[in-house]
């Protein structure tokens, strides 16, 4: 185990949701439903990953590992520090047991506090 890098994910936490309704864009949290969070390191967004984003036909605004819980949906929105995030596309590191999310800015939520 000697040099091998764990990471204690903790550049925030990512808040996972489902949309109310699938066919519908989201505007505000009242069009989710809240699943629950994970832990999460923010990752570089490298140019090869900036590229694939384009390719399909989304901007990558964010790029996050977390560790795998086997259950995230590519469906689902995230939600960090007040702005809503669509999901672009989840790599599966099956070796060290992560999730890297492609994640695209929705809109910035106002807090209800």
Known sequence: MAGRKISNYND?????????????????????????FLYF????????????????????????????????????NVVIENVIYAIIHIDRDAKKKELYFYLEEVRKIERKD
């Open 12 to 36: 925030g936490i990512a808040k996972l949701y489902k949309k109310i309704d699938a066919k519908k864009n989201v505007k505000s949290l009242d069009d989710l439903v809240y699943l629950g």
């Open 41 to 76: 390191d923010e990752r570089s967004k490298r140019q090869e990953d900036i590229e694939f984003a384009e390719q399909l036909g989304n901007t990558l605004s964010m790029k996050i590992t977390t560790p795998d819980n086997g259950n995230v949906d590519a469906s689902y």
